[in-house]
Structure formats: C-alpha cells, structure tokens
C-alpha cells in the first residue's frame, strides 16, 4: 500500500522558513515525478513545485521556494524561504506515474501558517 505522509508544517512570521518532507513508502518512486501543492481556505488546491529530472516552479513562489529530493530515503523535500502570509495553506505531496498526466498518489496534508 502506498503512503505519502508529510511532516514540517507549522507556524512562522512572516520572512521566515520552514522545510517540508514528504517520505514515501509501498513502492519506490526514485523515477517519477513528485509535486507539492497547496490548499487555501475558501480556494481551489494549485500547484506549487514539482521535481523529476528538473524543477519547475508556481510564479508565485519561484525564488523563494526549493523543491529537492532523496532517492535513497524515497522522500521529498519543500524548503520554504521569505514566507509571506499568502503562503498560508494545507501543503499536499503528490506523485504521478507518468510524464504529464495527474497525480497517482496524495498525502494527507501538512498545514503552514504565516503571520505578519
């Protein structure tokens, strides 16, 4: 059975950091794509960052976020830099077993919290 289950959320002031994990278990997914995204209350989950060969980036937090990965330990990682209140959500860890297609596989979400 595959788990994703994050870890890292919290709160911060604004202009602070956090980094987020995703440790994945059931399979091995050194050779996918893995994504985080985010969920706002009262708005639609959007993508933030995904990794497989390179990274690609949301507009909104290129810059300031990092997306990186350890195929050893089958985890991935969010390092989040210059938070700003905006970034406030549930942040999700995904995986897709293709190139381009959805999201297999979902954690249950970690929530950060930004203050100014």
């Known amino acids: 059975q595959v788990q994703l289950v994050e870890s890292g959320g919290g709160s911060v002031q604004a202009g602070g950091s956090l980094r987020l994990s995703c440790a994945a278990s059931g399979r091995t997914f050194s050779n996918y794509r893995m994504g985080w995204f985010r969920q706002a209350p009262g708005k639609e989950r959007e993508f933030v960052a995904a990794?497989?060969?390179?990274?690609t980036y949301a507009d909104s937090v290129k810059g300031r976020f990092t997306i990186s990965r350890n195929n050893a330990a089958n985890t991935v990682y969010l390092q989040m830099n210059k938070l700003k209140p905006d970034d406030t959500a549930v942040y999700y860890c995904a995986v897709s077993l293709t190139d381009s297609g959805p999201y297999d596989y979902w954690g249950q979400g970690t929530q950060v919290t930004v203050s100014s």
């Open positions: 990794i497989r060969w390179i990274s």
